[in-house]
């Protein structure tokens, strides 16, 4: 039989069944479990609104970031108007401009390229410490040293004319510079023998040769910036298939940049949207028992982000009030939220997804960019004010989540006080049910004593 403990100072009270035979533990925790219920509701709707708390938050911060990508349109950078070169075969001969340059094509032929002079020698590693002259440079090598050692020597010196390179059986030294050097380059002195020069192999460094549009000239480097006012050629090969044309095309916004930017904002905007939408359309699961359960579909249906999508999908293509027709909207520049696929629309398409056509961009920005410019920037500061007027500090999601967060708190409230006065019904059970088996054990021990009694009068008797 288990033993009864009643602590002091409000220490638990712990029994089971003494006199009366009931496990009273079972009993109190029946009792309280009912009790509890109210608790277990107030925990369950507590988590759900956490659960949804944490959604709107990620939603508000995607849309905080949308909205500050849809801002970098109103930046003048964007459009500022740059020179661009290209070229038809830029592995031969590449281009480029700082300045500007006279717009037009230009027919470039390489006929040489620049390069540097070369002497090779064979290496032998001194007996004794050397010094090895070149151009003037002196270099000393310990007994023993080997090329590489020689080698390292000349090309960490910032002033040496010429670069070190170790080969098998010697060693090549080339000039830092390219350019004709004539028949004089690379004087190299060494009175003790460790370095020997290979007969026949010297090589004369040489200017580079081309044409442009017909008229030859020569560079001493391959990087050319004379030939073609305000465009640098650099020479990369010959052009033995022929000339190579350089386009030098007219000032204007860099395409390329814009179109980058517009793909990383479609990016952002579909993954906001893909995401919204996934909340709105997933339904809540039925049986949901835990904190990521309540999460799912805690905002199915919600007609303010539903909304919010709506006004989204309609700013990118309803004409901006005060611009011309041909550029009154992101469609007119190819942004747009699809076509029909398969004779109905796609569910990206139905999603409000969009997909940018780059040669609509290109063709819109190269035919008006002032246009252009101008209905990108008044377009992003009324996507923006709507997308801030949700996300923003203190706007429509702000202000929910400010209410949930007061919601939890007074839930938290609510529970705490509920469960301390549990805990006081529970000890008052407790004591209770430790009296009552007091009492029906004191009555036990007395019926058992007046049963001994009985007997021994009865036995006395007989």
Do not use: C
Not at 104 to 122: M, P, Y
Not at 192 to 204: F, R, Y
Not at 347 to 374: F, M, R, V, Y
Not at 426 to 439: D, G, H, N, S, W
């Amino acid at each position: 039989m288990a033993s009864l403990s009643v602590g002091n100072g409000g220490s638990t009270i712990s029994f089971s069944g003494l006199a009366s035979g009931l496990n009273t533990g079972a009993i109190i925790e029946a009792l309280m479990s009912a009790e509890r219920q109210p608790v277990k509701r107030l925990t369950t709707e507590q988590e759900k609104l956490q659960a949804q708390e944490g959604l709107l938050q990620g939603i508000q911060t995607s849309l905080q970031q949308l909205a500050f990508a849809v801002s970098e349109f109103t930046l003048p950078s964007l459009f500022e108007s740059s020179q661009t070169v290209t070229s038809s075969e830029p592995t031969r001969v590449s281009a480029t401009t700082t300045s500007g340059a006279g717009v037009g094509g230009h027919e470039v032929e390489v006929k040489q390229l620049a390069n540097a002079a070369q002497r090779t020698f064979t290496f032998t590693s001194p007996t004794e410490e050397d010094t090895i002259t070149i151009d003037g440079h002196e270099y000393k090598i310990a007994a023993g040293a080997s090329a590489a050692e020689l080698a390292g020597k000349i090309n960490s010196d910032s002033t040496a004319t010429v670069y070190a390179a170790v080969v098998e059986g010697g060693i090549v030294f080339s000039t830092r510079a390219t350019g004709n050097t004539g028949a004089e380059f690379i004087n190299v002195i060494d009175t003790q023998g460790a370095i020997a020069e290979q007969p026949g192999t010297a090589k004369e460094g040489k200017n580079a040769e081309y044409t442009v549009d017909g008229v030859a000239g020569t560079s001493a480097t391959n990087t050319v910036t004379s030939a073609i006012p305000g465009v640098t050629l650099k020479l990369e090969g010959l052009t033995t298939t022929g000339p190579v044309t350089i386009n030098v095309h007219a000032p204007g916004p860099v395409v390329s940049t814009i179109e980058t930017q517009v793909q990383s904002f479609v990016t952002l905007y579909n993954a906001t949207v893909a995401a919204i939408q996934k909340q709105i359309s997933t339904k809540p699961i039925a049986t949901a028992k835990s904190a990521g359960e309540f999460a799912v579909g805690s905002l199915f249906g919600d007609q303010n982000l539903a909304g919010m999508l709506t006004r989204m999908r309609q700013a990118m293509y309803e004409p901006i009030e005060g611009l011309p027709a041909e550029m009154a909207s992101p469609a007119d520049i190819g942004l747009s939220t699809g076509s029909a696929s398969g004779g109905g629309a796609s569910q990206s398409t139905l999603e409000g997804q969009l997909n940018l056509n780059p040669a609509k961009l290109k063709e819109a920005i190269e035919a008006n960019p002032a246009g252009a410019q101008l209905m990108l920037q008044k377009w992003s500061k009324g996507l923006q004010g709507m997308v801030n007027t949700m996300a923003e500090p203190g706007g429509a999601l702000g202000g929910r989540i400010e209410g949930n967060a007061h919601q939890i708190t007074e839930l938290s409230r609510q529970i705490n006080t509920m469960n301390e006065m549990l805990a006081v019904r529970q000890r008052a059970l407790q004591a209770t049910y430790a009296k009552l088996e007091a009492v029906m054990s004191k009555n036990s021990a007395q019926s058992s004593w007046l049963v001994s009694q009985e007997k021994a009068l009865n036995s006395e008797v007989k």
